[in-house]
Nanobody, 116 residues
């Protein structure tokens, strides 16, 4: 079992920045990935960015150049740094752990609201 604890999101001005964190605990595999998803009202949950235990990252086109995912291996914390936030980034953000055995665990979700 893996537990994920997300930091609190918040209200951010358009063009502003925010960093989310996702702390992992429990039986963490040597080979895993952490994905950041988001779900805006009335929309399907979408994959935003991923980071793998071997460090390579990926992100969806809409956030490339603005969102960066990183991790602190010593603390088992994954970060999502968001800059130049846009109104369409408003959503509930979730981190999710998955490993090579097919296990999947989710964080509780955190609201990010971009305002004018």
């Amino acid at each position: 079992q893996v537990h994920l604890a997300e930091s609190v999101g918040g209200l951010v001005r358009h063009g502003g920045s925010l960093r989310l964190s996702c702390a992992l605990s429990g039986s963490i595999s040597d080979l895993y990935a952490v994905d950041w998803y988001r779900q805006a009202p009335g929309k399907q949950r979408e994959l935003v960015a991923s980071i793998f235990s071997t460090t390579p990252t990926s992100s969806t086109d809409s956030v490339k150049g603005r969102f960066t995912v990183s991790k602190d291996n010593d603390k088992n914390v994954v970060y999502l740094q968001m800059i130049n936030l846009k109104f369409e980034d408003t959503a509930v953000y979730y981190c999710s752990y998955r490993d090579f055995l097919g296990a999947r665990y989710w964080g509780q979700g955190t609201q990010v609201t971009v305002s004018s």
